[in-house]
């Protein structure tokens, strides 16, 4: 069993910072890469952030600049600081990670977190 559990979320004014953190836990053979989506009401699921291993990073238009993603790979931790937050950042953020897991057989596959709300105040 797999479990990625997402921490950090909240209302925040407009131009204030949040951090997301995010842990993945269980039967975790190696960690490809971490990254981070969100969905805000009536959108698509869209990627915010990534890191991969060899720490290459890739950001979505809409956050250079203002986001930083980063990995702890010791602990399975994958961090979301966000500054400058504005009201279109809001939506519910998802961890989600490429894995494999110590079980026989099994293969690279694709887990998600629950979700945190972030909700930007203008």
């Known amino acids: 069993q797999v479990q990625l559990v997402e921490s950090g979320g909240g209302l925040v004014q407009a131009g204030g910072s949040l951090r997301l953190s995010c842990v993945a836990s269980?039967?975790?053979?190696?960690?490809?890469?971490m990254s981070w989506y969100r969905q805000a009401p009536g959108k698509q699921r869209e990627l915010v952030a990534l890191?991969?291993?060899?720490?290459?990073?890739s950001y979505a238009d809409s956050v250079k600049g203002r986001f930083t993603i980063s990995r702890d790979n010791a602990k399975n931790t994958v961090l979301l600081q966000m500054n400058s937050l504005k009201p279109e950042d809001t939506a519910v953020y998802y961890c989600?990670?490429?894995?494999?897991?110590?079980?026989?057989?099994?293969?690279?596959?694709?887990?998600w977190g629950q979700g945190t709300q972030v909700t930007v105040s203008s």
């Open positions: 989600n990670a490429f894995l494999r897991t110590m079980t026989l057989g099994d293969s690279w596959d694709n887990y």
């Open positions: 269980g039967n975790i053979f190696s960690i490809n890469f």
């Open positions: 890191i991969a291993s060899g720490n290459i990073i």
